[in-house]
């Protein structure tokens, strides 16, 4: 079955203490991109990468990190998480661009205390 | 149609009737619309998706329609069921200095009710 997975599902953690959050895809998908969902504002971007190697920030990249060494793959990393980063996060994949449709993970619930 | 406010625009129709999404998008140059569903605990599910260079697209059970004139994007559900209920939202894709962006909307809760 064609899917994006996003690990864990939810995750409690306190300030300061590095988190990752893994997505994958298997759908050999060239684009892939991390958002978070607060009440009221919409999904927003926060890292993109349109291939292996390449990565580019979105509209709120502040605090965190990603990698893309392998095409299926791109975890989104948190060095330092605060409270403002409290959100729902969402994987999402595409074959190539956001000009096509994005399939999206089923979330990670991220709290920080 | 679409809120930037805390509290989602709700629909409610009776179950069987024609339900009818809104959506106001912001850029004309704007080349790719795509309707997603979202349910609770869940992560958004695509439903249609529709070019610039159409005005109408047809799924199962469900209709966009693109109107480039006034900036507006519609989502019709025929024959709504309970399984419909959930968050809609529009998104649109801007393609500026050759890199493609996808801007979505803050959403419309749709409740069926028998």
């Known amino acids: 079955e064609a899917q994006v997975t996003q690990n864990p599902r939810y995750l409690i953690t306190v300030t300061g203490k590095k988190l990752t959050v893994t997505c994958s895809q298997n759908m050999n998908h060239e684009y892939m991109s991390w958002y978070r969902q607060d009440p009221g504002l919409g999904l927003r971007q926060i890292y993109y990468?349109?291939?292996?190697?390449?990565?580019d920030k979105g509209d709120v990249p502040e605090g965190y990190k990603v990698s893309r060494k392998e095409k299926r793959n791109f975890p989104l990393i948190l060095e330092s998480p605060s409270p403002n980063q409290t959100s729902l996060y969402f994987c999402a994949s595409s074959r190539s661009t956001t000009n096509e449709k994005l399939f999206f993970g089923s979330g990670t619930q991220l709290s920080v205390l | 149609g679409e809120s930037v406010g805390l509290h989602l625009p709700t629909l409610s129709v009776q179950e069987g009737d024609n339900s009818i999404i809104n959506c106001a998008y912001s850029n004309s140059a704007s080349d790719y619309f795509i309707w997603y569903k979202q349910e609770s605990g869940k992560g958004p599910q695509f439903i249609i998706d529709i070019r610039s260079n159409m005005d109408k697209r047809q799924g199962q059970r469900v209709t966009v329609l693109l109107n480039k004139t006034v900036k507006h994007l519609s989502l019709q559900i025929a024959a709504t069921q309970p399984g419909d209920s959930a968050v809609y939202f529009c998104?649109?894709?801007?393609?500026?200095?050759?890199?493609?962006?996808?801007?979505f909307g803050t959403g419309t809760r749709l409740q069926v009710f028998p």
């Open positions: 990468s349109m291939n292996v190697e390449v990565t």
């Open positions: 998104a649109e894709n801007i393609n500026a200095y050759n890199t493609d962006k996808l801007i």
